[in-house]
Structure formats: C-alpha cells, structure tokens
C-alpha cells in the first residue's frame, strides 16, 4: 500500500508554460496542501476530518497535481453515493464529484483536465451507475470544463450554497 508505483498516475507537462506536472494519489502528508488550495479557490470550505474520511474512503479518486518542487497546486475528490433506483426497489451508486479546484496561476494549462479523466477512470472500480455534481450557475469555467466531459445540467437546486445562489446539477452516464 502506498508505494510510489501504487500512487504515481501520471506525469504531464501543461499546454501553455510546459510545466512539469505530477498528477498522482492524494496521501495523508498532502491534505494541509489541499485544503491550502481549497481555502484559496473555493468559498466552500471543510472541516479536516472531512477530507479525511474522504481519503479514508475513496483513496483511488481523490487526487492531487503537484509541481517540480511539490508542492500541491490542484486536487480533486469523489465519494461514492448509494440511492435508491428509478423503481425504489434496488439501489444503485454515483460518484459523486465533491470538489475540484487548481490554483489560480496555473489554471488553462490542463490540470483539471488530467485531474477529471484520471479520476472517473479510477472511480469506476465501486461500479458506479453515474457521476454527478453540483456547480454554481455563474461558474462559466467550471460547466465549460463538464460540459466537455459530456456532462449534462439535470435540474438546478434553488439555494444551495450559503450564500444563496443555485446549483447546476449535473449528470453523465458510467460506462
Ligand atoms: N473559460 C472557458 N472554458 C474553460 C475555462 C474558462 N476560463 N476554464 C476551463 N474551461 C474548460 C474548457 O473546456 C477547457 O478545455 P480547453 O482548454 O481545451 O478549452 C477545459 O475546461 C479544461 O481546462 P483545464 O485547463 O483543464 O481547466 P483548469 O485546470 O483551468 O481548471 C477549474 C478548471 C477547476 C474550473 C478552475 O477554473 C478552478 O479551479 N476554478 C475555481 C474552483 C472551482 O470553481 N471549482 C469547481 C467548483 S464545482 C465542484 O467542485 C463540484
Ligand atoms: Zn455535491
């Protein structure tokens, strides 16, 4: 468990500066940079021990990008969600985007991307049915980024975040 090879997913260099990018499982030693890179890019912030249960229990998508001198500049989390079926007789699980987000400087340059494909690829392994997510309707870039995924707006959630705005919820089928 842990070794180098389990957790080395991919090395890339990024589209516009030719940066070298590691983009690999996130460990216990990267959360303080995670939640670093949240706090920063995101107005929806967790609790530790959130992102800890989350490592704890879906370690195969929870992932980072980090930089040639490592530090964590981008990272991205699912849980696995059991509901129950059209027909309520059987349940079926999603995974369930949780949260994603690169810093600033690095953004454009196709982390998230890397970040997305290698994700759902690894996700799959808890036989998913779907993914889905919830976005802000003002985050242009973000449903710019789903939309290429082929991830299509199911219905929007009125007042979701705290500070009101609505969500976009979003679906693509697994297969
Ligand atoms: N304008 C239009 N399309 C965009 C933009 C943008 N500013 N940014 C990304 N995209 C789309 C494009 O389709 C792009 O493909 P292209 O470059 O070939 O046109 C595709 O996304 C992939 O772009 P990346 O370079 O991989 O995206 P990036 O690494 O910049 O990350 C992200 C995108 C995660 C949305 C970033 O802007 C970010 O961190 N924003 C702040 C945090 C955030 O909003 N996270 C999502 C919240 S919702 C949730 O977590 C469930
Ligand atoms: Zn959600």
């Known amino acids: 468990m842990g070794t180098d090879k389990d957790t080395k997913i991919n090395l890339f260099h990024t589209y516009k500066s030719k940066q070298e990018i590691l983009i690999r499982r996130c460990t216990l030693d990267d959360l303080d940079g995670v939640i670093d890179v949240n706090e920063r890019e995101l107005p929806e912030d967790y609790p530790y021990f959130f992102y800890k249960s989350i490592l704890d229990d879906y370690p195969e998508s929870f992932l980072v990008a980090q930089n040639k001198n490592g530090k964590i500049v981008a990272y991205i989390m699912w849980r696995v969600e059991k509901t129950p079926s059209f027909n309520g007789l059987k349940y079926e699980n999603k995974g369930h985007l949780v949260s994603i987000a690169v810093s600033e400087e690095y953004r454009r340059e ?22 889905v997510l919830e976005v802000r309707v003002s985050n242009y870039s973000a449903i710019k980024l789903y939309e290429k995924f082929n991830f299509k707006t199911k219905g929007i959630k009125k007042n979701y975040y705290r500070d009101g705005e609505n ?3 979003m679906v693509r089928e697994a297969k």
């Open 110 to 131: 196709g982390i998230a991307f890397e970040l997305l494909s290698n994700s759902m690829s690894a996700i799959i392994k808890y036989k998913i049915r779907s993914y």
């Open 167 to 169: 969500a976009y919820f």
